[in-house]
């Protein structure tokens, strides 16, 4: 799987778009980006995933360029519970059984009041 | 809506002790893992099950045995317990099979301290 870099911390008023973005130039046609979360030491968290379209959901959007050697998960209107450190993992999913996640250490975003 | 129920939630065990970690599921997933997550730092995996009756290493399985008991019971055993294994450990499941791109849900963990 292709390795993904990342900021190691950001900050983002609460209420304000907060964009996380994540590098993976090294990404296959076959792998998917993924986006998690975790919260103060619980389980990851599910977020949204895509292959090469942006896609958006209750949670996030997910921007993918063109090119596919980037991404941004935009949280749209920042609470204080989004807190949390996000992962970005790129997964590739055309072989049967290799469904392993490789994380990073992600990137610390705090919700300043 | 439990989805992936880990005991015990906590755990302090002496260094050459054993103990089963538990994982249960109620998706009806095929696939499960187990993850370990030291101070600072992201997952890594364990020991991953792709399928019922199946199970393959991960990225750090040494000191680990896992079981896949049935479809929803995922098991992971500590046969001595040492002070490096002192983790958060975690599991998960999801969907599996080919070419099927499903997200991985998590439990809350357990973490485990070995003196």
């Known amino acids: 799987d292709a390795k993904t870099t990342q900021p190691p911390s950001m900050d983002c008023a609460e209420g304000r778009a907060a964009n996380l973005p994540c590098n993976h130039s090294t990404i296959s046609g076959n792998e998917y980006v993924y986006w998690y979360r975790q919260i103060h030491s619980q389980g990851p968290q599910y977020i949204i995933h895509g292959l090469k379209n942006n896609e958006t959901n209750e949670m996030a959007s997910l921007i993918i360029t063109e090119d596919r050697k980037s991404s941004t998960l935009i949280l749209p209107h920042a609470t204080l519970r989004d807190t949390a450190v996000y992962y970005c993992i790129v997964r590739d999913i055309s072989n049967f059984g290799n469904e392993k996640l490789t994380f990073g250490t992600g990137t610390r975003l705090t919700i300043i009041p | 809506n439990a989805g992936v129920t880990q005991t015990p939630k906590f755990q302090v065990l002496k260094t050459g002790q054993s103990m089963t970690l538990q994982c249960a599921q109620d998706m009806n997933h095929n696939s499960m893992y187990w993850y370990r997550q030291d101070p600072g730092m992201g997952l890594r995996l364990i020991y991953y099950s792709a399928s019922e009756g199946t199970t393959d290493k991960g990225e750090v399985p040494n000191g680990y045995n896992v079981s896949r008991l049935n479809k929803r019971e995922f098991s992971l055993r500590l046969e001595s317990a040492a002070p490096s294994q002192t983790s958060v450990y975690f599991c998960?499941?999801?969907?599996?099979?080919?070419?099927?791109?499903?997200?991985?849900?998590f439990g809350d963990g357990t973490r485990l301290s070995i003196l």
């Open positions: 998960a499941s999801s969907e599996g099979g080919w070419s099927v791109d499903q997200p991985q849900h």
